[in-house]
């Protein structure tokens, strides 16, 4: 059974830090390449970051670049978002995604940045 489940996620003043974790069973993660979605209230789904199935190359929206990282562990089946110099607009609902044959979700995070 495939399983994504996310950790990490909680509330968090401006300026703030998080680490979301994504640990993944029931597929051959090495295979795939993850993502972090989010969603905010009110707003579409956006992709945050992408990593390839090597953790070779990483890509960020522009909202979250230089702020956010992206990593995964392969031996960990463990893909994690550091999340640094959080804003409120940050705030949402965050998602791990799988995806090269099949695509998979995670039931996802919230993440709340406020004073």
């Known amino acids: 059974q495939v399983q994504l489940v996310e950790s990490g996620g909680g509330l968090v003043q401006p300026g703030g830090s998080l680490r979301l974790s994504c640990a993944a069973s029931g597929f051959i993660f090495s295979d795939y390449a993850m993502s972090w979605y989010r969603r905010a209230p009110g707003k579409e789904r956006e992709l945050v970051a992408h990593i390839v199935s090597t953790g070779g190359n990483t890509n960020y929206a522009d909202s979250v670049k230089g702020r956010f990282t992206i990593s995964r562990d392969n031996a960990k089946n463990t893909v994690y978002l550091q999340m640094n110099s959080l804003k409120p607009e940050d705030t949402a609902v965050y998602y791990c995604?799988?995806?090269?044959?099949?695509?998979?979700w995670g039931q996802g995070t919230q993440v709340t940045v406020s004073s």
């Open positions: 995604y799988a995806h090269w044959m099949f695509g998979y």
